[in-house]
């Protein structure tokens, strides 16, 4: 990206909206990836954040319906603890779809 930008500035004929077009095009694909890479992230915090919040949920139910504080607060650390492991064995998935994903942007 930044030899490609070097390149545009070294275009001594070029007008000046040549040159900044030029280098635009030079960080598109950079802009790419990293939206890409930022949306699978966000997805995946999205889903955790949703996991976690069911365990939530199920703790205020569970002590609305009159169970102890240590039995409740015990079945929210187990369910959280599956969350993060659920979605621990997502991130192999995740990397290897984002890596097809960078592979196919156009350099």
Do not use: W, Y
Not at 5 to 32: K, Y
Not at 65 to 91: F, W
Request: proline letters at 2%.
């Amino acid at each position: 990206m930044f030899r490609c930008s070097a390149g545009c500035c070294e275009d001594s004929q070029a007008s000046m909206q040549q040159v900044h077009q030029c280098i635009e095009r030079c960080h598109a694909p950079l802009a790419q990836a990293q939206a890409l890479v930022t949306n699978e992230l966000e997805k995946f915090q999205d889903r955790l954040a949703r996991c976690t919040m069911h365990c939530n949920d199920k703790a205020k139910d569970s002590i609305d319906a009159g169970n102890k504080e240590l039995q409740v607060k015990r079945q929210l650390e187990s369910c959280v603890t599956k969350c993060v492991d659920d979605h621990m064995n997502l991130i192999p998935t995740m990397t290897k779809k984002m890596k097809e994903s960078l592979s196919s942007i156009q350099k």
